[in-house]
């Protein structure tokens, strides 16, 4: 079935420093999610990607779509301690035409 | 808008006895899912509810189960409590169908089974 693979599994960053994680797929997929969820929190959404190549922004975040449809990735520019959490990619394509969310990368920030 | 809220936010079960979680959506939203979370396999897809039909579920054994009611709330429940089922619990509502829509999470319910 359809999976994900999402790197890296931690992030450790020193505040103002960037970072980006980035999510892998062997298919073509039609649209890939982004979510953050904060600790003790639950997934929040940020952002829907659907065009081959396409890159949104929100503020300090930039996310891409790459050109195969295959991988898509999320960069955070000078990490605040506020942007601590899990960032999660999810996609459609589960044998049961569901959600499936990749692992997630879990970013903390040293003040 | 009022956001999803789910109920109990937290629960304490005992192995073999069996819980059911309750999930009110977003007004308006007709569409349901549910998840569970845990730190060793993430979040995993347990089952889809629209308009009160079950759309999709997960590999999930037959103890979990669920249904949607007319004003779009859904419960879930799972019987013969097991030690791994200790999760958080997520459900999500989206307006449509979720392959196009956005999904709101809830506040989720952790499960704790002794």
């Known amino acids: 079935g359809q999976q994900v693979m999402q790197i890296p599994q931690y992030q450790h960053v020193q505040e103002g420093e960037d970072f980006t994680t980035y999510c892998n797929s062997s298919?073509?997929?039609?649209?890939i999610q982004w979510y953050k969820q904060r600790p003790g929190g639950h997934p929040v959404f940020l952002i829907q990607?659907?065009?081959?190549?396409e890159v949104k922004k929100q503020k300090r975040l930039t996310f891409q779509f790459g050109e195969a449809k295959k991988n898509s990735s999320l960069h955070i520019t000078a990490t605040q301690t506020t942007d601590v959490g899990t960032y999660f990619c999810?996609?459609?394509?589960?044998?049961?035409?569901?959600?499936?969310f990749g692992k997630g990368t879990k970013l903390s920030v040293k003040p | 808008k009022a956001g999803v809220t789910q109920t109990p936010r937290y629960l304490i079960k005992t192995r073999g006895q069996q819980v059911t979680l309750s999930c009110s959506p977003i007004?308006?939203?007709?569409?349901v899912s549910w998840y569970q979370q845990t730190p060793g396999q993430g979040l995993q897809f347990l089952f889809e509810?629209?308009?009160?039909?079950?759309?999709n579920k997960g590999n999930f054994p037959g103890r979990f189960s669920g249904r949607q009611f007319s004003n779009s709330r859904s419960e879930m429940n799972v019987s013969t409590l097991e030690l791994g089922d200790s999760a958080l619990y997520l459900c999500?509502?989206?307006?449509?169908?979720?392959?196009?829509?956005?999904?709101?999470f809830g506040p989720g319910t952790r499960l704790t089974v002794l």
């Open positions: 999500a509502s989206s307006l449509g169908v979720p392959s196009t829509d956005t999904q709101y």
């Open positions: 298919t073509t997929l039609s649209n």
């Open positions: 990607l659907v065009k081959s190549g």
């Open positions: 999810a996609v459609y394509g589960g044998s049961q035409g569901n959600l499936i």
């Open positions: 007004s308006g939203h007709r569409s």
């Open positions: 509810y629209f308009s009160e039909t079950q759309r």
